[in-house]
Antibody, heavy 117, light 111 residues
C-alpha cells in the first residue's frame, strides 16, 4: 500500500524557517517524480515544487522561488521541503504527492504550516 | 497559470446524478489528456477518482465518470450517495515549468 506521511509543520513567526519531511513507503520511491502541493485556509490547491527521481531536475512556483528548497533522500525514501523567509501567505496545509507519469496519483494527509506572530 | 474555474457548489438528492465542470485553456485541459479528478474529505488525503480524463483507478466506484470536450473537463457522479459528499478538484498537466494546475474546487452536498 502506497503511503506518504508528512511531518514538520507547525507555528512559525514571519521570517522564520521550517523543514517539512515526507516519508514514503509501499512503492519504489527512487523511481518517481515527487511534488509538494499546498492549500491555504479556505482556498484551493496550488502546486509548489517538484523534483525528479534522482534529484537532478527541480522546479518551483514563482511564489516560493528563492525561498523554498525541495530535496530527496532515496536511501531513506524521504522527500523534503526547506522553507525559509516564511510569510503569512505561506500559511497552508502542505501535501506530499506522487507523480505517476503526468498525473498525481497519491497524496499524503498533509501537514499544517501556520506563519503568525 | 490561473486556477481552473469550477462551480463553487453542486448539490443533489440521493440517487440523482450531478456533473462538475472544469474549464481550462488549450495550454492545459484542452492540450493534454492528463486531466484528473480528486475527492477530498477535509482532514484526509485527497483521493484520485479519475485520471487521464476518463479512467477510473481500481477500487473507485463506476458511479464516477469523466469526460472532456475542448477546453472543458467534466466529472459526473451517478446514483449520488451520502458518502460522496466532499470537495472535488480537477487538475491538468500543463507541460510547463508549473507542471500541474488545479481547479478552484467544488463542494458537493447530498441533500
Amino acid at each position: 500500500e502506497v503511503q506518504l506521511v508528512e511531518s514538520g509543520g507547525g507555528l512559525v513567526q514571519p521570517g522564520g524557517s521550517l523543514r517539512l519531511s515526507c516519508a514514503a513507503s509501499g512503492f519504489t520511491f527512487s523511481s518517481h517524480l515527487m511534488h509538494w502541493v499546498r492549500q491555504a485556509p479556505g482556498k484551493g490547491l496550488v502546486w509548489v515544487s517538484r523534483i525528479n527521481s534522482d534529484g537532478s531536475t527541480i522546479n518551483y512556483a514563482d511564489s516560493v522561488q528563492g525561498r523554498f528548497t525541495i530535496s530527496r533522500d532515496n536511501a531513506k525514501n524521504t522527500l523534503y521541503l526547506q522553507m525559509n523567509s516564511l510569510g503569512a501567505e505561506d500559511t497552508a496545509v502542505y501535501y506530499c504527492v506522487r507523480d505517476n507519469g503526468y498525473k498525481i496519483d497519491y497524496w499524503g494527509q498533509g501537514t499544517l504550516v501556520t506563519v503568525s506572530s | 497559470q490561473s486556477a481552473l474555474p469550477q462551480p463553487a457548489s453542486v448539490s443533489g438528492s440521493p440517487g440523482q446524478s450531478i456533473t462538475i465542470s472544469c474549464t481550462g485553456t488549450s495550454s492545459d485541459v484542452g492540450g493534454y489528456n492528463y486531466v484528473s479528478w480528486y475527492q477530498h474529505h477535509p482532514g484526509k488525503a485527497p483521493q484520485v477518482m479519475i485520471y487521464e480524463v476518463s479512467n477510473r483507478p481500481s477500487g473507485v466506484s463506476n458511479r464516477f465518470s469523466g469526460s472532456k470536450s475542448g477546453n472543458t473537463a467534466s466529472l459526473t457522479i451517478s446514483g449520488l450517495q451520502a458518502e460522496d459528499e466532499a470537495d472535488y478538484y480537477c487538475s491538468s498537466y500543463t507541460g510547463g515549468n508549473t507542471p500541474f494546475v488545479f481547479g478552484t474546487g467544488t463542494k458537493v452536498t447530498v441533500l
